[in-house]
């Protein structure tokens, strides 16, 4: 248990207005979360301040050699009972312990990381909008604070929590997207850091998200490093294939980021008695059954938009068009479920939602 200090702020923010014009992560909440390291004392000094700037060394590390990591998740406004309400936050836990572990960052304990985002999220729980589909994201991170050039392993960190109350994705209606599938540039190799949330994997992906959005679409579908061969995700999203009545989505073996959205699905599908295979799947393969016609569905999953249609796949010229433009009933079902569940119009029967306090 941490004994978290709560310092609120004395000149509060104005709460937006107009809840439709949120966007995404454009304004922050009244406070953030921060938690010091030093080898002498360990993670410590947990607490809940103002949001503010941070002063830094300009030779501190992390600005150099990238030495951070950081997660993405949400809290809810039940549409029933008005409850504050996480998804799985004891997932985003555990994986930000696998991604410090690879960037030799001192792990959080899961118990601790839950307690310190539910404490932020309480003292800010009037900024969790109350419109349908709006939410309020929550970005915990981790960097490097040592000052001083060479490449090695900080000896001191922060720990920080910031939250921006965000729109509903779909505002306009769920929009399948166009995909462009990289053949030049790759995302992640085995080895490396595809697993992790660290932001040089993000550094590393802009250009080709750059180049692809110039041709209109709306992000790039990542293949394996090594071979360019199989497919592995989208920018900030695991993706599903639905071949003849099967779901094939890449394993997370190390060059995959481990959604809980992704796995999240994955337990609903087989739920619902699908066959899901978690493999390798060759994109020759996925543009066979387009052309053959029994590509029946394409999805990207992940916590901004739950679930994201894609209606076209493009590999070097060759296009594949999926379910006529529109969203499949598999991914509209998952969909309605993870959103249902997730603003509390649909009973959790899987154990999924954990309250943080009374809106
Ligand atoms: C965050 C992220 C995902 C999705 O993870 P969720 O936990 O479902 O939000 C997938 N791929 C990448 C590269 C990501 O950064």
């Known amino acids: 248990m941490l004994d978290i200090k709560i310092v609120k702020t004395t000149a509060p923010k104005a709460k937006p207005a107009d809840e439709s014009r949120l966007g995404f992560g454009k304004i922050f909440t009244d406070h953030m979360f921060l938690m010091d390291y030093t080898p002498d004392q360990g993670w410590h000094d947990p607490r809940v301040v103002p949001y503010a700037p941070f002063q830094m060394d300009p030779a501190c590390v992390v600005l150099h050699y990238a030495q951070e990591l950081f997660e993405g998740m949400k809290a809810y406004r039940s549409v029933t009972d008005n409850t504050i309400q996480l998804f799985r936050p004891e997932c985003n836990g555990e994986r930000m312990q696998n991604s410090s572990e690879r960037m030799c960052i001192p792990l959080i304990p899961v118990e601790d990381y839950v307690q310190a985002v539910k404490a932020l999220v309480e003292v800010d729980k009037d900024w969790v909008p109350h419109s349908d589909g709006a939410s309020l994201y929550i970005r915990p991170f981790v960097f490097a604070t040592d000052v001083g050039m060479g490449v090695h392993a900080s000896h001191n960190y922060t720990f920080c929590i910031i939250c921006a109350p965000s729109g509903a994705y779909y505002a306009e209606g769920i929009d399948p997207v166009r ?24 550094a590393a992906s802009i250009k080709a998200g750059a180049e692809a959005e110039k041709q209109g679409f709306a992000q790039v579908l990542w293949l394996d490093g090594v071979e360019k061969k199989y497919v592995e995700e989208v920018g900030s999203m695991n993706i599903m294939f639905k071949i ?25 599908l087989k739920d619902w008695g699908y066959e899901v295979v978690e493999g390798k799947l060759a994109i020759a393969d996925v543009m066979k059954a387009g052309h053959d016609g029994t590509l029946e569905e394409v999805f990207g999953t992940g916590t901004a938009a739950v679930v994201s249609p894609v209606k076209e796949l493009d590999w070097k010229g060759d296009k594949v068009f999926i379910g006529g433009g529109k969203i499949g009933p598999v991914t509209q079902k998952l969909y309605d479920t993870m959103t249902g569940m997730q603003w509390g119009k649909l009973p959790d029967n899987k154990g999924w939602i954990v309250p943080v306090c009374a809106g």
């Open 244 to 268: 003849a009545g099967k779901i094939y989505t890449a394993a997370c073996t190390g060059t995959v980021l481990p959604g809980v959205t992704r796995r999240s699905c994955i337990e609903l």
């Open 179 to 202: 995909i462009y599938v990289e053949d030049e540039y790759i995302r992640a190799a085995p080895g490396l850091t595809g697993f992790t949330k660290c932001g040089g994997n993000y």
